[in-house]
């Protein structure tokens, strides 16, 4: 859920945080493979697959994606889409079966994430990064805590409490209430993670997680030169990417000429899915259809 705020998300960000991912990936040599059918070069639209994870305790090989998101960039027109993809939405795996998206980094890594969306939602993706919990965390406490005004409450009796913690198994109880309030980042990490209570069920996460995306952007215009080494080491095993550091660089001018009212939100609120259950569990059943043509509004289907 911390990706965009490293790499692209809005890519408005890249503007003031790539400089930062840029040293975290030289410093921590988390650049891996890319299964794209072909680089981004400078000037032509792209699409990121964003992954984010719960990397606790919990997990001893590849975690849980909590967050998924498409992100395409159009240099040429200058629009910016950012796409929700729903934890739960019920899919066929790239490794195999069906099951909740979300198991599909744990399955197999990056590359089955991203040849699952690709497959599901006809679409060609380009790069992808991931990021895991606790980078969030610190990255926002760095820059000394957002501001945010959620439109309604954020109550969960079961929040996960499941970092620095002897049982990664414990719950909490958590409470953001409506209203103009500055965070920090444990309660920036608990509005964007909570599941539980929300009127607008999982899909107002969505809604949150980029609602943070924008208020960070907002906060790091005033991150300098002098704050790299600190920031920097929030990443530290937090952060991998197909995208090397020369590719990230020429996407930076890029994100310079992007501005917020540029960026298109997408969270498939409505007739996209509907509630089900599917091997004991809750889950989403996609409508292919509507979605598919969601989809091609913004994002191209494969060459």
């Known amino acids: 859920m911390i990706l965009p705020f490293v790499i692209t998300g809005t890519v408005a960000l890249l503007a003031y945080f790539l400089p930062i991912a840029v040293v975290a990936l030289k410093q921590t040599g988390q650049q891996v493979a890319s299964n794209a059918t072909q680089p981004i070069t400078a000037g032509s639209p792209f699409t990121i697959l964003l992954l984010g994870s719960d990397n606790d305790a919990k997990f001893q090989g590849n975690p849980l994606t909590q967050t998924m998101m498409l992100v395409r960039v159009n240099p040429q027109t200058k629009q910016v889409t950012m796409f929700s993809i729903p934890r739960d939405l019920y899919v066929h795996l790239s490794t195999g079966g069906y099951g909740k998206i979300d198991e599909a980094y744990e399955l197999g890594g990056p590359t089955a994430a991203v040849q699952t969306v690709e497959n599901d939602f006809d679409v060609q993706i380009d790069d992808w990064a991931w990021i895991g919990l606790t980078g969030l965390v610190k990255l926002v406490d760095t820059v000394g805590g957002i501001d945010i005004s959620p439109t309604n409450a954020v109550l969960d009796d079961q929040y996960p409490n499941d970092i620095d913690t002897a049982n990664p198994y414990s719950t909490s109880r958590v409470a953001v209430l409506p209203g103009g309030q500055h965070l920090g980042g444990t309660q920036v990490l608990e509005y964007v993670r909570s599941r539980h ?107």
């Open 197 to 303: 209570d929300d009127i607008r069920e999982d899909f107002g996460r969505s809604f949150r997680q980029q609602q943070v995306l924008i208020a960070l952007r907002a906060k790091a215009r005033y991150v300098n030169v002098a704050d790299l080494p600190t920031l920097v080491s929030s990443f530290q095993g937090e952060f991998k990417t197909s995208m090397g550091v020369e590719q990230m660089r020429e996407l930076l001018p890029v994100a310079e000429k992007i501005q917020p009212g540029a960026i298109n939100q997408v969270v498939l609120v409505g007739n996209y899915t509907s509630d089900g259950y599917a091997g004991g569990e809750e889950v989403l059943f996609p409508n292919w259809g509507l979605i598919q043509q969601k989809v091609h509004q913004s994002f191209p289907a494969p060459q």
